[in-house]
């Protein structure tokens, strides 16, 4: 009889279970707030499917470990349970829920962030990722990228002691939004996050300085596009919020680039 999966034991699949109620309840509430079927992500062993699977909507349930499959189908019988990776998988409910495996919580969300058709997606991540996302502590390069289609939310802390067996990290609550009037057009969403990861990555001190090498404009044309998206010359990158980078981009490029 088989004991590990074929992708790997525990470790390997970076499964931390989430036991503490509250925790699953606080969840189930955020997914309760939104409409359509539910997709959750990396299901394990199924604590928060119960919880889904009482709100009485279509939810569909996926795991990586195949040795989970048989006894998820057998507790939840109405649920749809697949044996998948949330790499590989479309991810096209309206609503995505889950708890994440810590390790993964990067490539899960650049590529979340990629898939068309999904609406809200509620997520147990890495602490700092979530914080990050969320814009605590100043804006991150990936979180500009993403705000002009996408709303993140940070709905608190979740202690290592709520999972088992415990990460050495905490976990954070955090929700995703597709806006339904983006800030910037779909179609510029590449040239959009080029413009955007230059200005992160470049050299200087304050938003005009940085603008002068970014576009190669003087110093008083910089103020001026600044003045006119309500951004502080000296402002940093991670200050500025999503408005700001799609006001900015826009006087700067006519949103054509």
């Given at each position: 009889m088989r004991t590990r999966?074929?992708?790997g034991g525990r470790h390997e699949l970076g499964q931390n279970f989430l036991i503490h109620q509250p925790t699953i309840d606080r969840i189930v509430a955020l997914v309760a707030a939104t409409d359509g079927a539910i997709l959750e992500i990396g299901a394990g062993g199924g604590a928060l499917t119960t919880g889904l699977a009482g709100l009485g909507r279509d939810l569909t349930a996926i795991d990586i470990d195949?040795?989970?499959?048989t006894a998820l189908?057998?507790?939840h019988p109405a649920v749809h349970v697949e044996h998948a990776d949330a790499l590989r998988h479309p991810l096209d409910a309206p609503v995505i829920a889950g708890n994440i495996p810590f390790h993964l919580t990067t490539p899960i969300l650049r590529r979340l962030l990629q898939r068309p058709g999904w609406r809200d997606a509620v997520l147990l991540t890495q602490w700092e990722v979530a914080?990050?996302?969320?814009?605590?502590?100043g804006g991150t390069l990936l979180t500009a990228q993403a705000a002009p289609w996408f709303e993140f939310t940070l709905h608190g802390r979740v202690p290592s002691h709520a999972f088992r067996p415990a990460p050495s990290v905490d976990g954070g609550i955090l929700?995703?939004?597709r806006r339904g009037s983006p800030l910037v057009p779909l179609a510029h969403r590449r040239a959009y996050e080029r413009f955007v990861g230059d200005v992160f990555t470049a050299k200087g001190r304050g938003m005009a300085s940085i603008l002068t090498?970014?576009?190669r404009c003087s110093?008083?044309?910089a103020r001026r596009h600044l003045a006119h998206a309500d951004i502080g010359t000296d402002a940093?990158?991670?200050d500025l919020g999503p408005r700001q980078w799609a006001h900015l981009w826009k006087r700067l490029t006519g949103g054509q680039e």
């Open positions: 999966s074929v992708h195949e040795r989970r499959i189908r057998r507790a914080r990050k996302r969320a814009g605590v502590g929700s995703i939004s090498t970014v576009r110093r008083p044309t940093l990158p991670r």
